[in-house]
């Protein structure tokens, strides 16, 4: 049973950083890639980083490049999200996930597997 379990999320203020994890268990693939969606109260679902197990390569949302890092620990099957220069805008519940195809890209429709979530709460 694949489990996707995230930690980190918190209350920040404008300007401050936060650290997202994210524990991967039980997932067998060995070609996938794993992101972050987040979700604002009111608004639709949006891929915001994404990298590719196996390659490295990383995709990011314009609205979060340049002070956003997804990063990945294959060992400890960790995948992490460093949240810099943090802004009101980036108050959602983020979520991590695992997939193929779409998914590098950071599209909903390559998502397999789900986290539970972790809120983030910036304030202005």
């Known amino acids: 049973q694949v489990q996707l379990v995230e930690s980190g999320g918190g209350s920040v203020q404008a300007g401050g950083s936060l650290r997202l994890s994210c524990a991967a268990s039980g997932y067998t693939g060995s070609r996938y890639c794993m992101a972050w969606f987040r979700q604002a109260p009111g608004k639709e679902r949006e891929g915001v980083a994404a990298?590719?197990?196996?390659?490295?390569?990383?995709d990011y949302a314009d609205s979060v490049k340049g002070r956003f890092t997804i990063s990945q620990d294959n060992a400890k099957k960790m995948l992490y999200l460093q949240m810099n220069s943090l802004k009101p805008e980036d108050t959602a519940m983020y979520y991590c996930a695992a997939g193929v195809g779409r998914i590098c890209l950071r599209l909903q429709s390559g998502v397999r597997y789900w986290g539970q979530g972790t809120q983030v709460t910036v304030s202005s």
């Open positions: 990298i590719n197990t196996v390659s490295g390569t990383t």
